[in-house]
């Protein structure tokens, strides 16, 4: 599995197998710490690996915007994937793009 696709993946075996209610806010907490932590030492490996290309941005709100442009894509991809292969996973893929839409 790209390591880029680790944080999804962990997002969707959490809707999966939800945790009991009890832990639910601790692990929330965790998953999205440990997502941000993952995303940033991705990006900041891409970044240093690439920063001779002048094709990619150079701004920090430029690298944010094709992320999260990356990130929504691969969102619809699942969805998409989903919808074809694995309807029970839809509610999880619809959870996960408004998610990263803001809503």
Request: hydrophobic fraction near 45%; charge should be negative; charged fraction near 25%.
């Given at each position: 599995?790209?390591?880029?696709?680790?944080p999804?993946?962990?997002?969707?075996?959490?809707?999966?197998?939800?945790?009991?209610?009890?832990?639910?806010?601790?692990?929330?907490?965790?998953?999205?710490?440990?997502?941000?932590?993952v995303?940033?030492?991705?990006?900041?490996?891409?970044?240093?690996?690439?920063?001779?290309?002048?094709?990619?941005?150079?701004?920090?709100?430029?690298?944010?915007?094709?992320?999260?442009?990356?990130?929504?894509?691969?969102?619809?991809?699942?969805?998409?994937?989903?919808?074809?292969?694995?309807?029970?996973?839809?509610?999880?893929?619809?959870?996960?793009?408004?998610?990263?839409?803001?809503?």
């Open positions: 599995m790209p390591t880029c696709r680790i999804r993946s962990l997002e969707s075996s959490l809707s999966l197998s939800p945790p009991r209610a009890e832990d639910a806010a601790a692990v929330d907490l965790w998953a999205g710490r440990w997502f941000l932590g995303a940033a030492g991705f990006l900041a490996g891409y970044r240093e690996a690439t920063e001779a290309n002048d094709c990619l941005p150079v701004a920090d709100e430029e690298w944010i915007a094709l992320l999260d442009a990356f990130r929504i894509q691969e969102a619809l991809d699942d969805l998409t994937l989903d919808l074809r292969n694995e309807p029970a996973r839809v509610s999880s893929s619809i959870r996960g793009l408004l998610e990263l839409l803001g809503r």
